[in-house]
């Protein structure tokens, strides 16, 4: 990684407004908020997010959330679809934690308003890819996340000991003696900000704005990530970005995911001649978990010559088609495409970041004071290939368990209003104005040729050589806007996966090495992880 400083910006704590808080909580997706409602009203809590409080991955999730609800299923089936989705780097004891817990977290939503669908006044559960019962429960057919993030918010809001700032960028994470003690922020209006926290709580969510083909929303830069590994965190398993394998492909459309669930309701893949092309791959078939999935499409593409597969439900009901997705069905309406009697074109997109900072079962990662939970971290569950509908399951669990670890330790903490005498000097280096936004797309086009589904070390050689040269010029600035420090931490999560996946020779979950196509488990069942800068 070239020589970049500590923080982002310069600041002077003499100089600098302050804001004291109990505990701070860097997210306002399903992981900050499911922490923030689970610390005791006696606690003083701030949620920061970068965004309105509605714009998070949790809210654009589809599918569901996994749980284990109906007789015919047990604890030791999803356990063990978890792991065998996981490619042999899954840790057991979380697993079983997160799958044990994940029925009352799914009663503990309800609680707190979630209105889930129902099938004769049960709660109505579907199946999707890797799973060997149905077990995902779901809310406004294909809106799960939007009906979730909904009731917490309303909650949230309502919460005497909370505040919820909206807008506000975390530039970095403050630190003292090897310890974080809050964050460095910036809010329209009001600058640079340093709220000093006796605990944090970093729920900051995923990265796949560093793709050009992703279904995430423009929030997702990896700015938690980032500033946790600038101050001196660790990270890990940063090769394995999860790529969903249906996201519809239209010219001038935004690249809209289209659900696990529809593959979990019957649809079918079909190449450009209307052949099942995933018959032959996998005995699952479409219900194949997503690594597979994903790479049979791209390796399909390359054989045919075709920008795109499709996706065929005309065989399916078109009434529970129709009352199921109401949201695929109203976006591909506005492309002319009735999805219940045309072909859905699509191609695999980033969707999901399964590394990031390393935490233990309670949550905490390797820098005191720090705290983690979903999308941001890396916790064991979800190995080389997420299982899916486990991520909104994993920002409860993990939310909760934040919550309950920087309660008690902050509970054990006095009082103290003194700002701790930091301070960020450095000369940054001037070489005129740069184009962020050009620099940025050219990023972000690079990492689908190199660091897409398919990868190769001669490619990501090319990767490593064409971020090394960005950051060289654009790391050691000082910028006062959120594109320019949006750039600068997609530049060094950039890095950071491409340079795991360049040292992981084998194929293992969603890392695939066309060079190393075979899994090798006696060099490479083990994680890999990034020394911190601090």
Same mark, same amino acid.
């Given at each position: 990684?070239?020589?970049?400083?500590?923080?982002?910006?310069?600041?002077?704590?003499?100089?600098?407004?302050?804001?004291?808080?109990?505990?701070?909580?860097?997210?306002?997706?399903?992981?900050?908020?499911r922490?923030?409602?689970?610390?005791?009203?006696?606690?003083?809590?701030?949620?920061v997010?970068?965004?309105?409080?509605?714009?998070?991955?949790?809210?654009?999730?589809?599918?569901?959330?996994?749980?284990?609800?109906?007789?015919?299923?047990?604890? !030791?089936?999803?356990?063990?679809?978890? $792991?065998?989705?996981? #490619? /042999?780097?899954? +840790? =057991?004891? &979380? *697993?079983?934690?997160?799958?044990?817990?994940?029925?009352?977290?799914?009663?503990?939503?309800?609680?707190?308003?979630?209105?889930?669908? !129902?099938?004769?006044?049960?709660?109505? $559960?579907?199946?999707? #890819? /890797?799973?060997? +019962? =149905?077990? &995902? *429960?779901?809310?406004?057919?294909?809106?799960?996340?939007?009906?979730?993030?909904?009731?917490?918010?309303?909650?949230?809001?309502?919460?005497?000991?909370?505040?919820?700032?909206?807008?506000?960028?975390?530039?970095?994470?403050?630190?003292?003696?090897?310890r974080c003690?809050?964050?460095?922020?910036?809010?329209?209006?009001?600058?640079?900000?340093?709220?000093?926290?006796?605990?944090?709580?970093?729920?900051?969510?995923?990265?796949?704005?560093?793709?050009?083909?992703?279904?995430?929303?423009?929030?997702?830069?990896g700015?938690?990530?980032?500033?946790?590994?600038?101050?001196?965190?660790?990270?890990?398993?940063?090769?394995?970005?999860?790529?969903?394998?249906?996201?519809?492909?239209?010219?001038?459309?935004?690249r809209?995911?289209?659900?696990?669930?529809?593959?979990?309701?019957?649809?079918y893949?079909?190449?450009?001649?209307?052949?099942?092309?995933?018959?032959?791959?996998?005995?699952?078939?479409?219900?194949?978990?997503r690594?597979?999935?994903?790479?049979?499409?791209?390796?399909?593409?390359?054989?045919?010559?075709?920008?795109?597969?499709?996706?065929?439900?005309?065989?399916?009901?078109?009434?529970?088609?129709?009352?199921?997705?109401?949201?695929?069905?109203?976006?591909?309406?506005?492309?002319?495409?009735?999805?219940?009697?045309?072909?859905?074109?699509?191609?695999?997109?980033?969707?999901y970041?399964?590394?990031?900072?390393?935490?233990?079962?309670?949550?905490?990662?390797?820098?005191?004071?720090?705290?983690?939970?979903?999308?941001?971290?890396?916790s064991?569950?979800?190995?080389?290939?997420?299982?899916?509908?486990?991520?909104?399951?994993?920002?409860?669990?993990?939310?909760?368990?934040?919550?309950?670890?920087?309660?008690?330790?902050?509970?054990?903490?006095?009082?103290?209003?003194?700002?701790?005498?930091?301070?960020?000097?450095?000369?940054?280096?001037?070489?005129?104005?740069?184009?962020?936004?050009?620099?940025?797309?050219?990023?972000?086009?690079?990492?689908?040729?190199?660091?897409?589904?398919?990868?190769?070390?001669?490619?990501?050689?090319?990767a490593?050589?064409?971020?090394?040269?960005?950051?060289?010029?654009?790391?050691?600035?000082?910028?006062?806007?959120?594109?320019?420090?949006?750039?600068?931490?997609?530049?060094?999560?950039?890095?950071?996966?491409?340079?795991?996946?360049?040292?992981?020779?084998?194929?293992?979950?969603?890392?695939?090495?066309?060079?190393?196509?075979?899994?090798?488990?006696?060099?490479?069942?083990?994680?890999?992880?990034?020394?911190?800068m601090?």
């Amino acid at each position: 990684m070239p020589n970049t400083h500590r923080y982002l910006v310069q600041f002077n704590p003499k100089q600098t407004p302050h804001v004291f808080t109990d505990i701070l909580v860097i997210g306002g997706g399903i992981a900050g908020l499911r922490a923030a409602l689970a610390i005791p009203k006696s606690i003083d809590v701030l949620v920061v997010t970068k965004d309105s409080i509605q714009q998070s991955n949790s809210a654009y999730a589809q599918g569901g959330i996994a749980g284990v609800l109906s007789p015919e299923d047990r604890f !030791e089936n999803h356990i063990e679809d978890t $792991l065998i989705a996981g #490619g /042999g780097l899954c +840790h =057991r004891d &979380i *697993v079983e934690m997160v799958v044990c817990e994940a029925p009352q977290q799914i009663n503990d939503l309800i609680a707190l308003g979630t209105h889930f669908d !129902e099938d004769a006044g049960q709660l109505a $559960l579907t199946r999707e #890819g /890797g799973h060997s +019962h =149905r077990r &995902i *429960v779901h809310a406004l057919g294909d809106a799960t996340g939007f009906e979730v993030m909904r009731a917490i918010i309303a909650k949230a809001k309502e919460a005497p000991n909370l505040a919820i700032w909206d807008d506000t960028f975390t530039i970095d994470l403050l630190t003292h003696e090897a310890r974080c003690v809050g964050a460095l922020v910036h809010r329209p209006n009001h600058g640079k900000l340093l709220i000093w926290a006796k605990q944090t709580i970093l729920a900051a969510g995923g990265a796949g704005m560093i793709f050009r083909e992703t279904t995430n929303p423009p929030v997702a830069t990896g700015d938690g990530m980032a500033a946790a590994y600038r101050a001196g965190a660790e990270l890990r398993d940063m090769e394995f970005m999860q790529f969903h394998p249906t996201v519809l492909y239209v010219a001038g459309s935004s690249r809209f995911l289209i659900s696990e669930a529809v593959r979990g309701e019957g649809a079918y893949l079909r190449d450009k001649h209307m052949e099942r092309f995933m018959l032959a791959v996998d005995p699952r078939a479409e219900l194949a978990p997503r690594d597979i999935v994903a790479q049979a499409i791209v390796c399909c593409m390359e054989r045919t010559k075709h920008p795109n597969v499709y996706l065929d439900l005309r065989h399916l009901d078109k009434a529970l088609v129709r009352r199921r997705f109401p949201g695929i069905e109203k976006v591909c309406k506005g492309f002319g495409i009735d999805i219940t009697s045309d072909l859905i074109p699509i191609r695999p997109g980033a969707h999901y970041m399964i590394g990031g900072v390393t935490v233990d079962e309670k949550g905490r990662t390797t820098l005191p004071g720090l705290w983690a939970a979903g999308e941001v971290t890396s916790s064991g569950l979800h190995g080389a290939n997420r299982l899916a509908s486990n991520s909104l399951l994993e920002g409860l669990v993990y939310g909760a368990a934040c919550a309950r670890g920087a309660s008690e330790v902050a509970l054990t903490m006095p009082d103290h209003f003194t700002a701790l005498p930091l301070a960020s000097r450095f000369e940054p280096e001037d070489g005129g104005s740069l184009d962020v936004a050009d620099i940025t797309n050219s990023l972000r086009s690079m990492m689908v040729r190199h660091m897409g589904v398919i990868r190769d070390r001669a490619g990501l050689i090319e990767a490593q050589h064409d971020v090394a040269f960005w950051q060289r010029y654009a790391l050691p600035r000082e910028f006062t806007n959120r594109p320019g420090w949006e750039l600068q931490n997609l530049l060094t999560i950039a890095r950071l996966m491409i340079d795991s996946a360049l040292e992981r020779e084998e194929s293992r979950g969603v890392h695939f090495r066309s060079d190393f196509p075979a899994r090798n488990d006696t060099a490479w069942q083990r994680h890999i992880a990034c020394r911190p800068m601090g």
